[in-house]
């Protein structure tokens, strides 16, 4: 069966294609400032990534006719349980009104279904950054009316943990493990037996990140509420330019680790803090997990490093075994998402 990927970011749309587990072709669409610059709400770049896609597919050879289902990322939606979802009116709905926060990956659905209806297939979503399967116990914030939620890196988290899980010998749904995404930002979660019962909310919880604050001192962010910034200066502040970002002033993780270790004493501090920061989180899952815990998993970008790989494990070998998934799993785990679907598990109801 032949599956269309649909992965659309900020400045770029991935697409990518594949036969049953096998990839046959990926591609990276740019979208540069000024391409992008006459839409004024991103849900206005539909017609210009669709037409994009159609051209980048026939120039490649492929034809919508010849696909059994698209698979596109879901965006800022309600919170659901992980699955494969078929793409409905009611999903359409959110994206297109931006009901729960207005994001690239909003586009993912919208681009997913008209494409497929073109075609005469379905179209599916797969774990998106709102999934949520977390405990009650761990809902509770300390506040009332303020409880925590459910936001993380579901789709690579859950694929990085079914790998890890091929490796152990074991399906996922039979083993505890600590999932550790690390990028732009970072998302600690506790997968119990299939579930992810608690998870350091990516927006703003637990480590800092590249360029998110992460857990900030509650008094301090206070008193920067009402220092005479407004309202969005300061979501932009926390969420895009904090982190690693605030203190050596790069997004690039590279940097602060040539930095680090060519004698830039605050850049080591900074790089020796973010491990240290991801392994009191890791501590505080095994917690969650009552200590019996499988493996833990380190993915995304930065578990490309060696160094900070190395530096991770002095903290958390003694947990459990370690297994490295470097990069992102989103595009394999999109076409699995469609392909478990196709071949008869259930379909959930957005």
């Given at each position: 069966?032949?599956?269309?990927?649909?992965?659309p970011?900020?400045?770029?749309?991935?697409?990518?294609?594949f036969?049953?587990?096998?990839?046959?072709f990926?591609?990276?669409?740019e979208?540069?400032?000024?391409?992008?610059?006459?839409?004024?709400?991103?849900?206005?770049?539909?017609?210009?990534r669709?037409?994009l896609?159609?051209?980048?597919?026939?120039?490649?050879?492929?034809?919508?006719?010849?696909?059994?289902?698209?698979?596109?990322?879901?965006?800022?939606?309600?919170h659901?349980?992980?699955?494969?979802?078929?793409?409905d009116?009611?999903?359409?709905?959110?994206?297109?009104?931006?009901?729960?926060?207005?994001?690239?990956?909003?586009l993912?659905?919208?681009?997913?279904?008209?494409?497929?209806?073109?075609?005469?297939?379905?179209?599916y979503?797969?774990?998106?950054?709102?999934?949520?399967?977390?405990?009650?116990?761990a809902?509770?914030?300390?506040l009332r009316?303020?409880?925590?939620?459910?936001?993380?890196?579901?789709?690579?988290?859950?694929?990085?943990?079914?790998?890890a899980?091929g490796?152990?010998?074991?399906?996922?749904?039979e083993?505890?493990?600590?999932?550790?995404?690390?990028?732009?930002?970072?998302?600690?979660?506790?997968?119990?037996?299939?579930?992810?019962?608690?998870?350091?909310?990516?927006?703003?919880?637990?480590?800092?990140?590249?360029?998110?604050?992460?857990?900030?001192?509650?008094?301090?962010?206070?008193?920067?509420?009402?220092?005479?910034?407004?309202?969005?200066?300061?979501?932009?502040?926390?969420?895009s330019?904090?982190?690693?970002?605030?203190?050596?002033?790069?997004?690039?993780?590279?940097?602060?680790e040539?930095?680090?270790?060519?004698?830039?004493?605050?850049?080591?501090?900074?790089?020796?803090?973010?491990?240290?920061q991801?392994?009191?989180?890791?501590?505080?899952?095994?917690?969650v997990?009552?200590?019996?815990?499988d493996?833990?998993?380190?993915?995304?970008?930065?578990?490309?490093?060696?160094?900070?790989i190395?530096s991770?494990?002095?903290y958390?070998?003694k947990?459990?075994?370690?297994?490295?998934?470097?990069?992102?799993?989103?595009?394999?785990?999109?076409?699995l998402?469609?392909?478990?679907?196709?071949?008869?598990?259930?379909?959930?109801?957005?």
């Open positions: 069966m032949r599956i269309l990927v649909i992965n970011g900020a400045t770029s749309t991935k697409i990518a294609v036969d049953d587990e096998r990839e046959i990926r591609k990276t669409i979208h540069s400032t000024e391409e992008l610059a006459p839409f004024l709400r991103i849900v206005e770049q539909k017609d210009y669709k037409e896609i159609e051209r980048a597919l026939v120039e490649n050879g492929f034809d919508l006719l010849e696909f059994s289902a698209i698979s596109c990322r879901g965006g800022l939606l309600k659901i349980p992980s699955g494969a979802y078929r793409v009116d009611k999903v359409l709905f959110d994206a297109y009104n931006n009901s729960y926060g207005e994001h690239a990956s909003n993912g659905v919208i681009l997913g279904k008209e494409l497929a209806d073109k075609a005469g297939i379905d179209a979503f797969v774990d998106p950054v709102s999934v949520d399967e977390m405990d009650d116990i809902r509770v914030s300390g009316g303020m409880e925590r939620e459910s936001y993380f890196h579901a789709l690579n988290q859950k694929g990085a943990a079914r790998k899980a490796l152990i010998g074991k399906s996922y749904e083993l505890n493990l600590i999932v550790v995404h690390m990028g732009g930002g970072v998302s600690v979660a506790a997968h119990k037996k299939g579930r992810v019962v608690d998870v350091f909310n990516v927006l703003d919880e637990g480590s800092f990140s590249m360029n998110r604050g992460g857990s900030l001192p509650v008094q301090a962010l206070i008193n920067l509420c009402f220092s005479g910034k407004s309202k969005q200066e300061i979501k932009s502040l926390v969420r330019e904090a982190g690693v970002c605030s203190y050596l002033g790069t997004h690039d993780f590279r940097e602060v040539r930095r680090a270790f060519s004698g830039d004493k605050e850049a080591r501090l900074i790089f020796d803090a973010i491990v240290y991801h392994c009191k989180d890791i501590g505080a899952m095994a917690a997990l009552q200590f019996r815990v493996a833990i998993v380190f993915t995304g970008g930065m578990a490309y490093s060696r160094a900070f190395e991770l494990r002095e958390v070998s947990l459990a075994d370690i297994y490295v998934i470097p990069g992102e799993t989103e595009m394999e785990s999109l076409a998402g469609a392909l478990r679907a196709l071949r008869g598990e259930p379909v959930k109801e957005y």
